[in-house]
Each structure stands twice: as structure tokens, then as C-alpha cells.
């Protein structure tokens, strides 16, 4: 994408089937200036990159509109389509029902007033989307449907002016069949609407109004209003409007929306507060650094939405699947039919062409991913698990090995004193004299040693004299004796003979310590390793860290094998060397020193830095910095892939077991006809109980 394109997600409306999401999408990718579109039948929505120069936005609606379907902004038309379609289905019902009962002592002239009123208002959107498709040249579900119907309805008026025999009355079960339809795409829009309350609820966070400090005095203005660097109060119960930082108060805040940890964070002076979470306890007295679109959470609902439009490699076989589905379905009918014809005479293999037409769903078919994936990448939002694109679930569901990188992902990315190895004085004295020769330093092993001797609660000297040698120690003059602290090399220089790491301590012109500082590894950096292997996976960690201190790292941990002394820019190619081998590989870092290794796995999961989430390198973004959210990922993932199989797999039995039944088989077995009515009942169930399927995964542990 150059910079000159433009990236958006808009609502498609009107879609009833894969086929419609595939027409609005060819039809995207023939116009000129638009560079890639993708669009998901699930989430009704479209994910478009066009050039603004060459396009406008007018005239990509102008031409989703000419092909029958709607371009919506976000939210706005789904209630009111919602409302819509209840009305349609109590007049399709009222009308079917009244005409099935009444059938036989009805006029046909009344029948055919009221299926003509019935199928006019209630099915109208059915006939208008089934023209639009013939239109553009494709086979969609409206198109068997309006057959179907078209048919049934053209039968049974040739019946009541005395074209054909009465038999061949079908206006009870036209509008019944249309019922049906109507249901079924009623139960189906109302469960697919619930695979998108995640993206919902996110949007619901962010506040629209804030209380802002100007001149002294406490004004309550909208959000659109607010300017980065004002200063904004939050009260107990609110939620906090900006990404910024505490300047006063002190108060805990509840970050799990955003995150999803449970726990409510300690939030004082100098610490950064998110957007959409809500505060406790006390007031606090807050700068505002980003707001708007530039926020975190809005990045998040962008990402989320993003995603939820693209397509994993499952999913466009299925739609190649669906895209052959319908013209098979039509040709079994004809030959159904036809056979029928000649068997049972022209009524039943009337009924039968009917029947085969309704029962047919390629729905079950196109719903089976999308619908799994939109509700995995909504549920692992809501967690702080930020997916990008579908293809990380699919991917990171049947990788084979993970690597992660060391310091500030596996471990806290900060230096403590580990151990102390004393040649004679108290361990206490020992970090007396250290830390008060290294309390001015800023160097990180100076920090270290200084932190050691504030949390042990010794008081530190001031030094009489006090040298700094880069890279290699220092030199002091404490309470009247000579310090030398430093690395071997520096000791060395200084005529005492040391050997092996670590930080040396000499007093006076003798050893008297050696000090091992080392990057501390993260509290449940060892659990999420352990039940990663217990998944199956291998575990390696790649760093830049020398071998001793690596390999120490790795046996703590259990991992498989380290690769250590590797240069930032060289990740990446430890990573193509394990792909090389054949190995699906996820890469777990911080998401800046690690881009080029997270752009290269299969999966580059950046862990810990929220800061921008929209730019990271890799495919995923967690927002705690908790290497066992790397765990909760992948069950997700699993979960969502075996999901999707089962969709799959109850989509091709239904149509598998029941087309045939619905071609005369259930005759054959039981002497009992196929109804059209039966097929429409049928479909509507198939397409509600894979979404329903999809939802169940909102249960689901991770």
C-alpha cells in the first residue's frame, strides 16, 4: 500500500448468501483506483484500499447500489433493517397460514389477492436482489429462491384461469415457502449480529464528553471539542476520555475492557491511563496525549474491524465451493425433475424441482469461517488479544514451533543483582560500598546494585572521590577506603588477577565480591512455556545475549534449544532457517527491535507495547505483557479452527443427506413427498445453527 491509498471498512447491506459478498467484491475489484477489496458475508462488511485520487467514495456507492445492494455508513440502516424484516415475516405468516387452513373453501381469486399482496410486500427484497443478480450475470441464493417462489405463485394463477388443473394450485404454499425464507434470513441476520457485539461494545467505551480544566474553572465539553495537552479531570465512576498521563491523585483503575485483566491497575503521578477505562476510586487530574482516532481504543476497534473483513485460506475454498454450488443445485433439480416427469407425472416432479431449489444452502457453506472468525477476533479483543488478519488463526492453529525473543518478553527487561559471591566481608557491607560508589552512575548495572541495597534497607554513603570509566567500572574513595568495582578486564588493568562474569568488587587493593546481575525472568514465563510443549509446540528462545547467560535462561525455562548472540537483524533469518526445515513458525517479541523477525514467522505475535498498536510489525498485538496471553492465543486459535471444521462439516452433510431427499428419495424410502415448505423450514435451520455454532465460542475458555 503506498501512501497514497486509503484504507476503510464499510457496511455492505442487502447480502443473503456467499455469492452476494462475492459479486460485491468482484464488482469492487473491476473499478479503477480501487487496489484490493475484500468483503465478509458474516459481518456484512467490506474492507476497501483504494487511491482517493483516482476514486471517490460517491462513486463506489453509486456502483454497489446499481448491483442491488446498499453501502452503509457503520450502524446506521441495521435496526431499522432489523424492523424491516419483522414486519415482512408477520405479514408473510399471517397471510401463509391463514391461506393454508382456508385453502379448501377459499375462492382461488381471493388466493390469488392475497399471495399477489403477500409476495409483493413481504417478498419484494427477494425478487429486487435476484433481478439485481441476473443483472450482473451471477447465481446467488435470491435468484433459486425467486425461482422457487416465482414459480409456484406462476403455477398457481395458470391453475385458477384454468391453464393447467387445480392441482397445480400453489398460492398457500408460495407464501408459506417465502415464510420460510423470510425466517430463515430473520434468524440468521439476529445471530450474526451477535458475532459483531464485540466491535459494539469496544465502540461503547469511548466516552463523548470530558471534563477539562481552561482558566481555572471545570467546563464539561464534548470530546470533538478537546485539544492533546489540556488537562482533564476524571471523577470516581467515570471513564477516562484520552490516552494520556496522571499529573495528580491517585486512584485504581479498571483496565479489564481494554485488556482484560481483571485486576484494577494503580494509577499515580507520571503513569499513562487509557482511554475507555473507568475510574475508581479517587479524582485524577490527567493530560491528554492522544485522543480521537490517534487513541488506543480507536486503534483497536480499527484493527478489530479490519480483520473481521479478511479472509483465511479455508474460507476463499469455500467460496470457490459455494461459487460451482448453485448451478450443480439447479441441474439436479432439472434432473430430478425430469425423471420424476416420467415416473410420477408432471406434479410431483413440479413439487420436486421445488423442493430440491429451497432445500439446497450454500449459506450454511459461506457462513461456516466467516462467522467463527469474526466471533474469535471480537472475543480475543475483548481479552487484549488484538488479531490483525484471519490467516494468524489459521496459521498460528497449525504452527509447529515458537520462538520467543529474551529480553523484555520472556523476561522483565530490567537488570537485578541475582546473586552476591562474597571473599570474606558481610554480604551487607559488601552492598554498602558498591551501591554507594555506583548511586550517581545511570548505567543499568549500577541501578541494579543500587536497587539491591534500598530494598535490603541499607543507607548509602557519599563518596570523598568518584571516577567513571566507561565500559569497563569505577573508581572510588568510600568512608577512607579505595574502591575499585568493574568488570574483570577493568580489574585486570588495575593489577588484580579475575576471571569469568560478573561485576567485581575490590576494597583496598583485594577482591572482597563478585556481584551477578542478570535480566530477571517474568513470573509466568516458565508456566506458558510449559504448557506450550504440553500443546505440542517446540519452544526455542532467540537473543542477542551471550551463550552462558542464554543457555542458564533456557534450562531455567525448559525450553527445547537457544539460540543466542544473534543480532537484531538476524532474528529474521533464524526464523527463515526454521521455515526452511519446514516448520510453521510463530515469533514472539517486542514488536520494535524484533520487526524484521515478527514480519518473516508465519505468526509474529508483538507482546507488551501498546503504545501503537496500528503500526507493530507481526500479525498480533497483545496488550498484557504476559507471555502466557502467547497461550491464550493459541487455544483461541485452536478452538476457532475446530470450530470452523465442524461447520464444515454439518454444512456438507446437510446438503449431502437432504438434496437427495429433497430429488424423491424420501418417496423411494418412505413413500412420503418432499415439501417445498419442508425445504424452506429446513434451509432457514442449516444457515441459524452454524451461526449459533459460531457464537458458542464466546463461552469458551482460553
Not at 49 to 72: A, C, N, T, V
Not at 347 to 359: D, E, G, K, Q, Y
Not at 496 to 522: N, Q
Not at 673 to 695: D, H, I, K, Q, Y
Request: net charge neutral; proline share 3%.
Amino acid at each position: 500500500m503506498n501512501s497514497e491509498t486509503k484504507e476503510i471498512v464499510a457496511k455492505i447491506g442487502g447480502m443473503s448468501c456467499a455469492m452476494c459478498a462475492k459479486t460485491v467484491e468482484e464488482t469492487l475489484k473491476r473499478l479503477p483506483g480501487i487496489y484490493d477489496a475484500s468483503v465478509n458475508f458474516a459481518t456484512e462488511k467490506a474492507k476497501i484500499i483504494y487511491d482517493p485520487s483516482k476514486i471517490q467514495l460517491e462513486r463506489i456507492r453509486e456502483e454497489i447500489e446499481r448491483i442491488g445492494y446498499q453501502f452503509l455508513v457503520e450502524g446506521f440502516g441495521e435496526e431499522k433493517g432489523l424492523k424491516s424484516a419483522k414486519r415482512n415475516l408477520v405479514l408473510g405468516w399471517v397471510s401463509g397460514i391463514f391461506l393454508f387452513f382456508l385453502k379448501e373453501v377459499i375462492p382461488l381469486e381471493i388466493q390469488f389477492l392475497i399471495a399477489s399482496f403477500a409476495i409483493s410486500f413481504a417478498g419484494a427484497g427477494i425478487f429486487r436482489k435476484a433481478f439485481g443478480a441476473i443483472k450482473n450475470r451471477t447465481l446467488t441464493m435470491e435468484v433459486m429462491y425467486a425461482i422457487g417462489i416465482g414459480s409456484a405463485y406462476l403455477s398457481s394463477i395458470m391453475a385458477t384461469i384454468g391453464f393447467i388443473p387445480e392441482d397445480f394450485n400453489f398460492f398457500p404454499e408460495s407464501v408459506v415457502l417465502m415464510s420460510f425464507l423470510l425466517l430463515g434470513k430473520f434468524l440468521e441476520e439476529r445471530a450474526k449480529r451477535r458475532t459483531g457485539e464485540a466491535i459494539k461494545k469496544l465502540v461503547a467505551l469511548q466516552a463523548k464528553e470530558a471534563t477539562v480544566l481552561r482558566e481555572g474553572r471545570e467546563l464539561r465539553i464534548p470530546l470533538t471539542e478537546l485539544s492533546v495537552r489540556e488537562i482533564v479531570l476524571v471523577k470516581p465512576g467515570e471513564r477516562i476520555p484520552v490516552d494520556g498521563t496522571v499529573l495528580e491523585g491517585e486512584s485504581f483503575v479498571d483496565e479489564s475492557m481494554i485488556t482484560g485483566e481483571s485486576i484494577p491497575a494503580l494509577k499515580k503521578h507520571g503513569d499513562k491511563v487509557i482511554g475507555g477505562t473507568v475510574n475508581r476510586d479517587s479524582v485524577l487530574k490527567i493530560r491528554a496525549e492522544k485522543i480521537g482516532r490517534d487513541s488506543l481504543l480507536s486503534q483497536i476497534i480499527r484493527v478489530t474491524e479490519i480483520a473481521q473483513s479478511s479472509k483465511p485460506n479455508i474460507q476463499r475454498l469455500a467460496d470457490r465451493v459455494v461459487a460451482f454450488f448453485i448451478p450443480c443445485v439447479l441441474l439436479i433439480a432439472f434432473i430430478c425433475s425430469l425423471y420424476w416427469f416420467f415416473v410420477n407425472g408432471p406434479l410431483f416432479a413440479f413439487i420436486t424441482m421445488l423442493s430440491v431449489m429451497v432445500i439446497a444452502c450454500p449459506c450454511a457453506f459461506g457462513l461456516a469461517t466467516p462467522t467463527a472468525i469474526t466471533v474469535s477476533i471480537g472475543k480475543g479483543a475483548e481479552n487484549g488479544i488484538l488479531i490483525k488478519n484471519a490467516e494468524a488463526i489459521e496459521e498460528a492453529a497449525r504452527s509447529t514451533l515458537i520462538l520467543f525473543d529474551k529480553t523484555g518478553t520472556i523476561t522483565k527487561g530490567k537488570l537485578d543483582v541475582v546473586k552476591i559471591e562474597s571473599f570474606g566481608l558481610p554480604e551487607k557491607d559488601l552492598l554498602r560500598l558498591a551501591a554507594s560508589a555506583e548511586r550517581f552512575s545511570e548505567h543499568p548495572v549500577a541501578k541494579a546494585i543500587v536497587q539491591k541495597a534500598k530494598e535490603a534497607g541499607i543507607e548509602l554513603l557519599e563518596p570523598e572521590r568518584f571516577k567513571a570509566i566507561p565500559g569497563k567500572g569505577i573508581l572510588a574513595r568510600i568512608d577512607g577506603k579505595e574502591v575499585i568495582l568493574g568488570n574483570s578486564e577493568f580489574l585486570g588493568e588495575k593489577g588484580l588477577e579475575v576471571e569469568g562474569e560478573g561485576i567485581f568488587l575490590a576494597v583496598d587493593g583485594k577482591l572482597v565480591a563478585r556481584f551477578f546481575i542478570s535480566d530477571t525472568i517474568k513470573e509466568s514465563s516458565k508456566e506458558a512455556i510449559g504448557l506450550l510443549r504440553e500443546m505440542g509446540l517446540k519452544v526455542g528462545i532467540v537473543t542477542g545475549d551471550k551463550k552462558r547467560v542464554a543457555e542458564e535462561i533456557g534450562k531455567t525455562l525448559n525450553v527445547d534449544f537457544v539460540v543466542s548472540e544473534v543480532l537484531p537483524t538476524k532474528k529474521a533469518e533464524v526464523v527463515r532457517d526454521f521455515q526452511n526445515r519446514r516448520e510453521v513458525v510463530i515469533f514472539v517479541g517486542d514488536g520494535i527491535n524484533d520487526a524484521p523477525a515478527l514480519a518473516q514467522a508465519n505468526v509474529g505475535i508483538a507482546i507488551g507495547n501498546a503504545e501503537d498498536i496500528a503500526i507493530e510489525s507481526g500479525s498480533v498485538a497483545m496488550l498484557r505483557d504476559d507471555p502466557i496471553e502467547v497461550v491464550r492465543f493459541l487455544r483461541l486459535c485452536r478452538k476457532t479452527v475446530a470450530k470452523v471444521r465442524q461447520n464444515l462439516f454439518w454444512a456438507v452433510f446437510y446438503n449431502a443427506i437432504l438434496i437427495p431427499f429433497a430429488g424423491g428419495l424420501s418417496f423411494i424410502l418412505f413413500n412420503i413427498p418432499f415439501r417445498p415448505e419442508w425445504s424452506a423450514g429446513a434451509m432457514a435451520l442449516s444457515s441459524f445453527s452454524v451461526v449459533t455454532n459460531s457464537l458458542l465460542l464466546k463461552r469458551a475458555e482460553i
